[in-house]
C-alpha cells in the first residue's frame, strides 16, 4: 500500500497525476510489459461516502481497467439481502488474484471517506490483498487505517508534506519557468520561505504577480498563510476579471463538479454553448479549474479555490445560494440521479422538496442495499415535514433496522443508539391512542410500494 496524505493544495493529486500519464507514455511507446501494473483510477467525493456507492465505484474503476472483474461482486453488493460487503470483496479479491496482469487500485482524496461500514470493509480489503493488487490512498489526512502495523511489516510506502514541498530551486523553477516570472533571488527566496515550499500558495501568489508591476512590493507585503491567500483569491484574482465571470464562478461554486449543461442550468445562460466557452475560458486562464476527462466535459473546482468562491457567495449574496441548489436539483432530478438531487434540495433547506424526491428515489435505493444512506436523509427532515411524509418515514426506519439487526456484531452494537434515537422520533410523530387517521386517507397510499408514499397522518402537525 502506498499512502500519499499531505495538506490541500500540496500537490498530492498533480504528482500522481504526472506518474499516471509517465505509464501512459510509456505504454503508447511499447515498453510496458505484460507483467507491468495497470492503473485504475477513482476520484471521491462526498456523496461517496455511502458503502454501496463506494464500492460500486470502485469496481466500476477497475473493470475500466479489466472489463470481465466484478460481475460477481457486483450482484452481491446490490443484493436485496443486504450481505455482508466481506462476502462481496472476498469475491472481488478471488478475481483479481486470479487475474493475469497486476493492478495499481489508486483512491484520490480519500479524506472524504467516514463512514464506518467503509472504513471496516477497506480494512478487510488491506488484510487480504493478494499481491497483484497494490492500493495507493490519497489523502488530506491519515485514514483511520492500522498504518503502523502495516510500517512494521513493511508493506507502507509513505508521502507526506515534507516530500512534496517545493525546495527553494524548485520554486525558482516554477515561478520563473511555468509562470513565466522575471523575480529576483530574493523574492523567490521570501515566497518560497513563507508558502513553506507549498505550491498552492506559490500559484496563487504567482496569478496575482502577474498583475502587479511592482514584484517587490507585492512579495514584500505577501503573508504565507491560507487566510491570506484565501483573500487574495477573492481581491485579487476574481476582482479583476470581468463581472459576468464573476458571477459564473460564484454561482457555480455551489458545484462539487460540473458540465456545461449543469451550469447552464445553475446560471440560467441562455444555451449550454455558453457555459461550455466559459469553461474553457477558465481552463485556458488556469484559475483552478481541473477537467475529470480527457474530453475536457466535465470538471471541477480546485479545493482551495472552490472554498473562497463559496465565502465569497455567502457574504455577498446569501439569498443566492438557496436558489442555486434548487436549481441544481431540479437539473439532476430531470436525470433521475437522486443522489445529487436530493442533496442539493436538502443543502437549498427546501424540505418539502427533498422529502417528495426521497419518495421518488426511496424504491431503487432500497433495491440495491442503499438502506443507511436514505435512512440518513429521511431523518435529517424536521419533523414537520416528516409528519407530512410519514409512511416515507415508517419504510426507512423499518429497513434500516432490518438491515442493523443483518450486520456484523461490531456494527450492529455500533448502530444500536441511533436505532433507539430513530424510533424515539417516530413514537412521537405516530398518532396516540386518542387520534385516527385522516378518514380521507385512501388505502392504496398505505399499500403504496411498500411504504414510498405521503400522508400527513400526525394530528400535531399543521400541513
Known amino acids: 500500500m502506498t499512502l500519499i496524505s ?7 493529486t498533480t504528482l500522481l497525476s504526472a506518474w499516471a500519464a509517465s505509464k501512459r507514455g510509456q505504454e503508447r511507446g511499447g515498453r510496458t510489459q505484460a507483467s507491468e501494473q495497470v492503473l485504475a483510477w477513482l476520484s471521491l467525493e462526498e456523496l461517496d461516502d455511502d458503502p454501496i456507492r463506494f464500492w460500486d465505484l470502485v469496481i466500476a ?51 472524504v471517506i467516514s463512514d464506518q461500514t467503509i472504513i471496516d470493509s477497506m480494512l478487510f480489503l488491506i488484510e487480504h490483498l493478494p ?18 502495523r502495516l510500517r512494521v511489516r513493511g508493506q507502507l510506502l509513505e508521502i507526506r508534506d515534507q516530500d512534496l514541498r517545493f525546495s527553494k530551486p524548485e520554486a525558482a ?59 487574495y483569491v477573492q481581491q485579487d484574482i476574481l476582482a479583476p476579471l470581468p463581472e459576468s465571470l464573476q458571477n459564473f464562478l460564484l454561482q457555480t461554486a455551489i458545484l462539487p463538479r460540473m458540465n456545461a449543461a449543469l451550469c447552464q442550468a445553475v446560471t440560467e445562460a ?7 466557452q466559459r469553461l474553457q475560458a477558465l481552463e485556458q486562464a488556469n484559475l483552478f479549474l481541473v477537467p475529470l476527462d480527457e474530453q475536457r466535459r466535465w470538471y471541477r473546482y ?15 449574496h446569501p439569498q443566492l445560494v438557496p436558489l442555486l441548489h434548487l436549481r441544481a436539483a431540479r437539473f439532476y432530478e430531470a436525470r433521475s440521479e437522486w443522489r445529487e438531487a436530493i442533496t442539493h434540495a436538502l443543502a437549498a433547506s427546501d424540505h ?16 440495491r442495499g442503499e438502506t443507511k444512506t436514505l435512512h440518513s436523509w429521511v431523518f435529517s427532515l424536521p419533523d414537520a415535514v416528516l409528519c407530512e411524509h410519514l409512511y416515507l418515514a415508517l419504510g426507512a426506519a423499518f429497513r434500516f433496522f432490518d438491515a442493523v439487526n443483518l450486520s456484523s456484531q461490531e456494527i ?38 411498500e411504504g414510498y408514499g405521503s400522508s400527513s397522518v400526525c394530528s400535531n402537525c399543521e400541513p
Open 173 to 231: 523553477s516554477f515561478l520563473r519557468d511555468a509562470m513565466s516570472l522575471p523575480l529576483s533571488e530574493d523574492n523567490v527566496s521570501t515566497l518560497s520561505q513563507r508558502t513553506e515550499g507549498w505550491i498552492a500558495g506559490l500559484h496563487l501568489a504567482a496569478l496575482s504577480l502577474r498583475k502587479r508591476p511592482d514584484h517587490a512590493a507585492f512579495v514584500k507585503d505577501f503573508a504565507g498563510t491560507h487566510r491570506h491567500l484565501l483573500d
Open 412 to 449: 450492529y452494537v455500533g448502530m444500536v443508539t441511533q436505532v433507539e434515537h430513530t424510533f424515539t422520533r417516530l413514537e412521537a410523530l405516530l398518532p396516540t391512542p386518542h387520534t385516527r387517521l385522516r378518514q380521507e386517507q385512501p388505502h392504496r397510499e398505505i399499500s403504496k410500494a
Open 61 to 111: 474503476a477497475l473493470r475500466r481497467c479489466r472489463p470481465a472483474l466484478g460481475e460477481t461482486a457486483l450482484t452481491l453488493l446490490h443484493s436485496p439481502q443486504s450481505l455482508p460487503l466481506s462476502i462481496c470483496l472476498a469475491a472481488l479479491l478471488q478475481e483479481v488474484e486470479q487475474n493475469a496482469q497486476d493492478l495499481i487500485l489508486l483512491l484520490d482524496d480519500y479524506h
Open 270 to 276: 441562455p444555451g449550454e454553448s455558453e457555459s461550455q
Open 131 to 148: 499481491t497483484s493488487l497494490h492500493l495507493v490512498l490519497i489523502s488530506r489526512t491519515d485514514p483511520d487505517l492500522p498504518l503502523s
Open 302 to 316: 480546485h479545493d482551495l479555490f472552490r472554498e473562497a468562491l463559496l465565502a465569497r457567495l455567502h457574504s455577498s
Open 6 to 12: 499531505a495538506s490541500a493544495g500540496s500537490g498530492k
Open 352 to 367: 418539502v422538496y427533498a422529502a417528495s424526491l426521497m419518495e421518488l428515489a426511496a424504491g431503487s435505493f432500497w433495491s
